[in-house]
């Protein structure tokens, strides 16, 4: 116990022995720190902040319709957000290519290749987010009002990227509609071709309004049909012969109303069998009761092709005239909160930052070199007393 108490106060007299040389030390790093800061040329820092893009739902022809649905959207991760688009785009390798060759960065930055001034302004620029949401991009050059040149360029680099990516795309939509039209509308005149021959061969010019006139007139001739058999039978009861001109006049119309029945049941084509006299229209807009059931299924099918097509043709004329207009569209993509201004003051070197960090380091540094050697001298002397006793 004795022994460790004697280390810990050597150790403690080898640091206030080398206490100078701990502060000479000391001194001679922050010197040599600061001497090299001093070397260090002068950056200024120009900033920008730009607003988020919103999330828009562009959706193209059924996925425009399904967008409405009360379906989640599937999120694969965190990542994809309009915002990380804006700031991948901003980090491209195609973008600070556009950089060097605007601002002749290769002969500024003394590199020899493409790669080197890429890689060098790569570490001169800082893009990222705030904790607000923003999208902050940061150019650090020696001289200020290239700093905030390059932090605006990037600005207007970002907005030509996005209009141009945008007006590709768009007129790429617009020459796929177009062709899509083209197609469908073929088709289009295909089903109202057979719409059209439909309703000219069965007469079916507005199917339910000639249902219901079918339905009405056939139940008017039913009831005046029931009236005159009424009227005969009470003639025959009142002792009225069956040759009676009376009761054969009211047989003829009584006929004549049945073959009117049997024409409005199964049409023009169809001929009575209950008496000589067949009755014969030249035209006739009514179409038979026995072939309405089918004929309304068949209608049916053939309007929903061209009510279906239809409505594709009008949500592809809609996307036609969107991308036309995404295609011309000249606004600007980028929302600039604050834009980049003139420095005044430099940004780094930090050169107080340099020296105090170097102090503490220095003096950390110095009393350990100190410490140790103390320790060093310790061990030898006892290495010594100890060999000595055993000699003696």
Known sequence: MNEKQVDVITLLAALNAGKRRILGGTLALCLLAAGVSLLLPDEYEAQVQLLPPKEQKQGFGFADLLSSLPIPSLRLGEKGTPADIFIATLKSETMRRQMVEH???????????????????????????????????????????????????????????????????????????????????????????????FQAEHNAISLEDQARAVIRAAASMQMATMELEISRKSLLASGFSSDHPEVQKLDQERLLRQQALVLLRDGSNSESSSGSLTLHLDENLFLPLREIPQVAQDYAKIEKDVLVQTALMKMLLEQKAESLIEASNTTSTVQALDRATVPEKKARPQRSLIVFVTAILGLFATSCYVLGAGYVRLLQDRWQAGYSAQEG
């Open 103 to 197: 601002f002749q960065l290769m002969a500024l930055y003394e590199a020899d290749t493409m790669a080197e001034a890429l890689e060098t302004l790569k570490q001169q620029t800082i893009i990222g987010k705030s904790e607000e949401g923003t999208i902050m991009i940061s150019v650090f050059d020696q001289s200020p009002q290239r700093a905030a040149d390059m932090a605006n360029y990037y600005v207007a680099l970002l907005d030509d990227t996005n209009r141009r990516l945008s007006h590709e795309s768009a007129q790429d939509r617009y020459t796929f509609i177009s062709g899509l039209l083209d197609r469908e509308s073929v088709k289009l005149d295909g089903f109202m071709g057979n719409l059209k021959d």
